[in-house]
């Protein structure tokens, strides 16, 4: 049974979302066909292209993602605050990045605009705010623009999607790291690569080489657009990433270790804290995080979470409960 979008999104619960859009059929447009012996791998840089345009437009940053042969995943945080905080000019200044503007919009900013054309101006540049922080209008830009280009190569018609994205509401900073490791080890877990420097347009991927880059005093730019910082980095430590980027990378290399194919069923002594101080298991995550382990559910965090979110969208239950008791204790 599908749900409706307002249902699977409620920025009043958390700003974090884990996001998947998958190729129709599942077919590897993104990669090597073996089928048709073509290889589509080049597209991938269009999904990091199309990201960095939008997330200078939007409210809406990126945490982690991962490119795979037929499909992707992203980490998101919504910033409705910023958004929020932009002056009207911001707004259609932003939007116009993407869209051409209506002759009203157009006749809003001349110092001779009558106090009609204003208001129902106003009302769009309203709308259009809102439009810049929700996730499905980000996710209706990034996917369209990426159809359109396929369709335009392969010279053929039809859709490229085999639905509408999925959504998975993180609700906690348990919730957001599982997410997050489980996205930047997807290369790993399908045994497309052996270590996390190695994974290929993935987030760290791209956090191993800006560590690189500053530790040789380089000034190669090595991605197309930032990502949200952790709380040990500059920036705003407000709305940064709730825990250190040390403690990250050091979770994201011993599980990758753990969950490779000569490791089955081993879990190093030497497990990092940021498990033990987010009440994590370590067997329960390690296996949540193998090639068949899964993650996905409509919602994740602790179960007391799971249950104030499914109150807020009028359900009892909602899928995930399980595997947070698994989890988190």
């Not at 932009?86 to 209506?102: F, G, K, M, N, Y």
């Not at 996917?143 to 018609?157: G, I, V």
């Not at 033990?276 to 179960?303: F, K, Q, V, Y």
Request: net charge positive; proline share 3%.
């Amino acid at each position: 049974m599908g749900y409706p979008r307002k249902h699977l999104i409620s920025l009043q619960d958390t700003p974090y979302y884990h996001v998947i859009a998958r190729c129709v059929r599942r077919a590897w447009l993104w990669g090597m066909d073996d089928v048709t012996g073509r290889d589509y791998s080049h597209r991938k840089q269009w999904v990091l292209d199309r990201l960095g345009q939008l997330t200078e437009i939007f409210a809406i940053e990126i945490c982690a993602y991962a490119v795979m042969s037929d499909h992707y995943h992203l980490v998101l945080y919504v910033d409705r605050e910023k958004a929020k905080r932009w002056t009207a000019e911001e707004v259609i200044r932003r939007w116009s990045r993407l869209h051409r503007q209506p002759p009203l919009v157009s006749r809003y900013q001349q110092p001779d605009v009558l106090a009609a054309e204003r208001k129902a101006a106003e009302t769009i540049i309203e709308q259009w705010r809102e439009r810049l922080f929700n996730i499905s209008w980000f996710m209706r830009l990034l996917n369209e623009h990426l159809a359109r280009f396929a369709n335009a190569e392969d010279d053929c018609t039809g859709r490229f999607w085999e639905g509408r994205f999925k959504s998975q509401a993180l609700l906690d900073e348990a919730g957001l790291l599982t997410a997050m490791v489980y996205v930047d080890l997807n290369p790993i877990r399908a045994g497309v690569a052996q270590t996390p420097e190695a994974s290929d347009f993935t987030s760290i991927h791209q956090r191993i080489r800006y560590l690189k880059a500053n530790a040789a005093q380089t000034s190669t730019r090595c991605t197309s657009f930032a990502l949200k910082c952790f709380a040990d980095s500059r920036g705003e430590r407000r709305t940064a990433i709730p825990y250190s980027s040390a403690d990250y990378l050091q979770l994201v290399d011993w599980t990758g270790r753990c969950i490779r194919a000569d490791k089955r069923g081993f879990i190093a002594s030497e497990q990092p804290p940021i498990l033990n101080r987010l009440g994590i298991d370590a067997e329960g995550w390690t296996e949540a995080m193998r090639r068949r382990g899964t993650i996905l559910g409509r919602a994740m965090g602790r179960l007391d979470l799971l249950r104030l979110h499914a109150a807020t969208l009028g359900q009892a239950w909602i899928r995930g409960m399980r595997r947070s008791e698994q989890l988190y204790s």
